[in-house]
């Protein structure tokens, strides 16, 4: 198994709803990160697992709230979104989260709506 | 710190044309480069990687590309243009940050591919 699997690949979401977005790899993979597209833009960096820890968060509001369940697994919570918040979350992973030269594998993404 | 520029938003082929999407890049060493491929709706795809084996560098789908030290480049070509090829394309390179690797994008460049 080579790919990452995102879940759902479309959400749409009232501004007062709690959503979750899941991840799941089962490539060994011991990082794993969410990135936010919006249109036309490229991916920017949210938060980095690694080893199942939270490694990395980049300044994100705390309306978004990652989990990382086991190994394989990743979530995403969402809570009390803005309509702002909307774009496609692209999950990735890669076999570590330092120095390595073999890319992430990226996931088809949730396309976000928050209404 | 490491980070690449794309040259050109949107680049316009001929079907069987030329393909070249320029990529620079900034880093005080060595960095590991990337180019990712995006089509309509869809995750990231990786075409091809830089890791210091070897200077040119052969992807998926016909594309390849030239790490030029000198020029600090990593142009992305492909001899023929297909329809198929009209996509968003991606050069990365990863940015050591905390102990921790980020993949970061350039802005992107879209390929359109007419008849």
């Known amino acids: 198994d080579t790919e990452v699997t995102q879940t759902p690949k479309h959400l749409v979401m009232g501004m007062t709803n709690k959503k979750s977005l899941k991840c799941e790899q089962h490539?060994?993979?011991?990082?794993m990160y969410w990135y936010k597209q919006k249109a036309k833009k490229p991916p920017e960096l949210m938060f980095v697992?690694?080893?199942?820890?939270?490694?990395i968060n980049e300044s994100v509001p705390s309306r978004f709230s990652p989990e990382c369940p086991n190994s394989s697994l990743l979530n995403l919570h969402l809570h009390a979104l803005q309509p702002e918040d909307s774009a496609l979350y692209l999950c990735a992973s890669s076999q570590e989260a330092w120095g390595t030269p073999y890319g992430y594998t990226f996931g088809s993404g949730t396309r976000l709506t928050v209404v | 710190a490491q980070s690449v520029t794309q040259l050109g938003s949107h680049v316009s082929v001929s079907e069987g044309a030329l393909v070249l999407l320029r990529c620079n890049y900034s880093?005080?060493?060595?960095?590991?480069l990337f180019w990712y491929v995006q089509y309509p709706n869809q995750g990231l795809q990786l075409l091809l990687k830089?890791?210091?084996?070897?200077?040119l560098v052969k992807g998926i789908n016909g594309f390849e590309a030239e790490f030029k030290k000198s020029e600090t480049s990593f142009h992305l070509t492909k001899p023929s243009a297909h329809m198929s090829d009209a996509a968003e394309y991606f050069c990365a390179v990863t940015r050591l940050s905390g102990g921790y690797n980020k993949l970061i994008f350039g802005a992107g460049t879209r390929l359109a591919v007419h008849p």
């Open positions: 830089y890791t210091s084996a070897a200077t």
């Open positions: 697992y690694s080893y199942e820890k939270l490694s």
């Open positions: 880093s005080s060493v060595p960095p590991y």
């Open positions: 490539m060994g993979h011991r990082a």
